[in-house]
């Protein structure tokens, strides 16, 4: 299986079944295909410091990963992460303070 192809399995499986999932990855495109709703975690202590609601259609096929919009979120994404890495805090923050509590 390709990483795209488990993707759909995971997908196909959650539609029909429509069972709750935690997904930990490091893929941002991953986390953007599947998931309504992306975390991102700041260094140690890891606290959740960015909550992204994904408002793109279901079912999602592949070729939304070449859209411009899934693009821009996981650009808008990756930025949080920069911030994180660069200051030890997300520019974020301070605007999702009530994502930790």
Known sequence: FTREELWCILRDLWTEQQFNVILVTHDLRESVFLADTVYVMSKSPGRFVVKREIELP???????????EFT?????????IGAIRNTGISQAQTAAAGVAS
């Open 72 to 80: 821009d979120i996981v650009l808008e994404l990756r930025g949080h």
């Open 58 to 68: 279901r079912p999602r096929e592949l070729e939304v990963t070449y859209t411009k």
